[in-house]
């Protein structure tokens, strides 16, 4: 069974209803076990439990918000080489189109590679226009259809990729299964 991890932190609670529809996404999968954390809750056993880690935070200037990154750096310290090989995705809410989202995504990323994580992108369109190449991105809370898909979309694509690599079920892979490039609705 993939043990899904979708740990985020959230300012306003815009972030928080990003992680609920990643979660969400996950779960579409089944055989998945889906665990949400807020970052100020959760510990490194839950980053050791799972096999694949949907990390969200606010854009704050451009980059993850410092309580995400105090958790990589302080609580996560000493663990550093032991979660090595876990697939990982990013998503992050910011306070308007162009307001660094991506970038965030991107700084998440690095984070995660750093701790040896396999970190993706999608390249599938979640409407039409809204892709999630960097992660899942919102501008303020998730309200428009294609963002909460793109959202769905991430947390479904990262349960897929933890069936293939984590649990070697390749029929779970998402070029094995044309339906799971579109999402319902």
């Known amino acids: 069974m ?10 306003s609670g815009n972030t928080a209803k990003m992680a ?3 979660a969400e996404g996950a779960g579409l999968i089944p055989g998945s076990e889906v665990r949400v954390r807020e970052v100020a809750t959760a510990t490194p ?6 096999d694949g880690l949907a990390v969200g935070s606010p854009t704050n200037m ?22 090595d090989g876990k697939v990982a995705c990013a998503f992050s809410s910011s306070g308007g189109w162009g307001g660094g989202a991506e970038i965030a995504c991107q700084s998440l990323h ?14 599938d369109y979640a409407g039409t226009t809204m892709t999630a190449h960097y ?9 428009d259809a294609e963002v909460q898909n793109a959202s769905r979309l991430l ?8 069936a293939v690599v ?4 390749k029929d779970q892979h998402p070029l094995a299964k044309p339906e799971s490039r579109t999402l319902p609705g």
């Open 2 to 11: 993939g043990k899904i991890l979708v740990l985020y932190h959230s300012a």
């Open 20 to 22: 609920a529809l990643v």
């Open 45 to 50: 056993d839950d980053v050791h439990w799972c």
């Open 62 to 83: 451009g980059v993850l918000s410092w309580q995400m990154k105090r958790f990589w750096d302080e609580a996560m310290f000493t663990h550093w080489g032991k979660v």
């Open 110 to 123: 690095m984070v995660l590679m750093n701790f040896g994580f396999l970190v993706f992108g999608v390249t």
């Open 135 to 143: 992660g899942a991105v919102a501008a303020r809370e998730p309200r």
């Open 155 to 162: 947390g479904r694509r990262l349960a897929e990729w933890v």
């Open 166 to 169: 984590a649990d070697g079920r």
